[in-house]
């Protein structure tokens, strides 16, 4: 069964950097359009950036400029390289696809970031 983990989370003073990736595995990984969510204390989960099939590119104003996504379809992963983090920035991050939440058989463990100094 496909699945989904993430890692690369951690504690990181404001200002500082941080680069996420998420596994996947099974065959689908280079057919669908893969995104990035996360999950800010007391808050839904929410949309935050997204890369498609063949490498376009889409983000949310609040990490726009400061977040790049990226993808490496033959090693079935996927990136999210993060600048200029701010407090508000602390988050379970996950990745799925958004065209299906189950297309890799729901969601990850996820993975924190905490911004604080």
């Known amino acids: 069964q496909a699945q989904l983990v993430e890692s690369g989370g951690g504690l990181v003073q404001p200002g500082g950097s941080l680069t996420l990736s998420c596994a996947a595995s099974?065959?689908?990984?280079?057919?669908?359009?893969m995104a990035w969510y996360r999950r800010r204390p007391g808050k839904q989960r929410a949309f935050i950036a997204r890369i498609s099939k063949s490498g376009a590119k889409y983000y949310d104003s609040t990490v726009k400029g400061r977040f790049t996504v990226s993808r490496d379809n033959d090693k079935k992963m996927l990136y999210l390289q993060m600048k200029s983090l701010k407090p508000e920035d602390t988050a379970i991050y996950y990745c799925?696809?958004?065209?299906?939440?189950?297309?890799?058989?729901?969601w990850g463990q996820g993975t924190q970031v905490t911004v604080s100094s």
């Open positions: 799925n696809s958004p065209s299906s939440v189950e297309t890799f058989g729901g």
């Open positions: 099974g065959s689908i990984f280079s057919d669908v359009d």
